[in-house]
């Protein structure tokens, strides 16, 4: 159980453009998400806590809107690159808990590519 | 704030045990996590711990000293599958649905 699913797993566009990264938890409820960038052999790091029902909490010096992030459902969270330049080219992933206490485990998405040309 | 540090690579043959060292800094203490991530992948869950002691889990292992700000995983039989980064994290706050900040990662490298 605890399977997380991320769609599209890769994706190119063109500088400008819009992108949208789906993140739903299969097989449990997850009031929060999380999303995380990854740039080639670093470690994550955390854009922002998708809360439903909520708007999101962005971490220090990610721009709240340049990345949307939408939790529509306890299943889905969205996380929408609104513009996006070469820079932005990363592995985004998301991540996420099943809602119930003492849940030491966080449970990844297998990650989107995004490619900014 | 919290920081992790812990070693940028570590090469070991197969069949060899190695240790991957993780000290920490944070304003309140919730647990230390090991996660492993192989290229291109989704990272892992390993383990965790609260408590100061070994945890174990087949092959895989971790320790943690609360009062040291330190922790260890250890990785025994070591085999080529296991040639993949893995980060320590520790959690923000106690409970469910909330966030991990991590370490820069260890990247091991499984020769044969």
């Known amino acids: 159980g605890a399977v997380v699913s991320q769609h599209p797993s890769w994706v190119i566009c063109k500088s400008g453009t819009s992108v949208k990264i789906e993140c739903r938890s299969l097989?449990?409820?997850?009031?929060?998400m999380f999303w995380y960038r990854q740039f080639p052999k670093q470690s994550l790091m955390l854009m922002a806590t998708?809360?439903?029902?909520?708007?999101?909490?962005?971490e220090q010096g990610v721009e709240k809107d340049k990345f949307l992030i939408n939790h529509a459902s306890l299943t889905l969270s969205t996380l929408t690159v609104t513009s996006a330049h070469p820079e932005d080219s990363s592995f985004y992933i998301c991540?996420?808990?099943?809602?119930?206490?003492?849940?030491?485990?966080?449970?990844f998405g297998p990650g989107t590519r995004l490619t900014v040309l | 704030g919290q920081s992790l540090e812990q070693p940028s690579e570590v090469t070991a043959v197969e069949g060899a045990i190695v240790q991957i060292n993780c000290t920490y800094q944070?304003?309140?203490?919730?647990?230390l996590s090991w996660y492993q991530q192989h290229d291109g992948g989704a990272p892992t869950f390993l383990s965790y711990?609260?408590?100061?002691g070994l945890e174990e889990t087949g092959r895989f292992s971790s320790f943690l000293s609360r009062s040291d700000s330190y922790g260890y995983l250890l990785l025994q039989e070591l085999q080529m599958k296991d040639s993949a980064s893995y980060f320590c994290?520790?959690?923000?706050?106690?409970?469910?649905?909330?966030?991990?900040?991590f370490g820069a990662g260890t990247i091991l490298r499984v020769k044969s």
């Open positions: 998708s809360n439903e029902g909520s708007k999101a909490t962005y």
């Open positions: 944070t304003s309140g203490f919730y647990g």
């Open positions: 097989d449990f409820q997850a009031t929060t």
């Open positions: 991540s996420a808990n099943p809602d119930r206490a003492n849940y030491n485990e966080q449970f």
């Open positions: 994290a520790v959690r923000d706050q106690r409970g469910y649905g909330n966030k991990l900040v």
């Open positions: 711990n609260a408590l100061d």
